[in-house]
Antibody, heavy 117, light 107 residues
Framework: QVQLQESGPGLVKPSETLSLTCTVS????????WSWIRQPPGKGPEWIGY???????NYNPSLKSRVTISVDTSKNQFSLKLSSVTAADTAVYYC???????????WGQGTLVTVSS | DIQMTQSPSSLSASVGDRVTITCRAS??????LNWYQQKPGKAPKLLIY???GLQSGVPSRFSGSGSGTDFALTISSLQPEDFATYYC?????????FGPGTKVDIK
């Protein structure tokens, strides 16, 4: 059974870098598409980007200049870094994995990140 | 980017009602359309993939239809556990975009 768990600081100051990690159990991070998705309070989800085949990436152009997604196969984790954050980056952040060409088949429980001084 | 819209934004219904939610894409996406259910404090859960495919474990009262730009999610007989927010999402091209959601609550 695939399980994903997000972790990281719940509070980040404006202009700093948001860093989150997704720990995976029940599947190897050397395979599959691993995505980050966020959901601002009261709004629909927004795809941030994904990493695949242990290195290929695809980012949402609206965030591309500030986003880095990486994977650590030795720890079975993948990570998100979002730089120069503002209050608009306050959201619940989810990690997700594909299955049978369904990009967001499995989701973590999500973690709320608030950007505030 | 492909923009997704949903209607209505919210609806009130009773247990046993037939409910239909619509989703429209800003350009044709063939049948690259997925539906999710989200309950408060939980991650979205995949219900329908490729416009009409029922995800494993999802009750058969949920069904999806449509192609091109217009899609629908139908719940044939609303159950108490179905009160939630529903989102459509296009998987035709990146960036993969979601609709703003339809909240289904109890009348």
């Amino acid at each position: 059974q695939v399980q994903l768990q997000e972790s990281g600081p719940g509070l980040v100051k404006p202009s700093e870098t948001l860093s989150l990690t997704c720990t995976v159990s029940g599947g190897s991070t050397s395979r599959y598409y691993w995505s980050w998705i966020r959901q601002p309070p009261g709004k629909g989800p927004e795809w941030i980007g994904y990493i695949f085949n242990s290195g290929g990436t695809n980012y949402n152009p609206s965030l591309k200049s500030r986003v880095t997604i990486s994977v650590d196969t030795s720890k079975n984790q993948f990570s998100l870094k979002l730089s120069s954050v503002t209050a608009a980056d306050t959201a619940v952040y989810y990690c997700a994995r594909d299955h049978d060409q369904l990009l967001f088949a499995y989701w973590g429980q999500g973690t709320l990140v608030t950007v505030s001084s | 980017d492909i923009q997704m819209t949903q209607s209505p934004s919210s609806l009130s219904a009773s247990v046993g009602d037939r409910v239909t939610i619509t989703c429209r894409a800003s350009q044709s996406i063939s049948t690259y359309l997925n539906w999710y259910q989200q309950k408060p404090g939980k991650a979205p859960k995949l219900l329908i993939y490729a416009a009409s495919g029922l995800q494993s474990g999802v009750p058969s009262r949920f069904s999806g239809s449509g192609s091109g730009t217009d899609f629908a999610l139908t719940i044939s007989s609303l159950q108490p556990e179905d009160f939630a927010t529903y989102y459509c999402q296009q998987s035709y091209s990146a960036p993969f975009t979601f609709g703003p959601g339809t909240k289904v609550d109890i009348k």
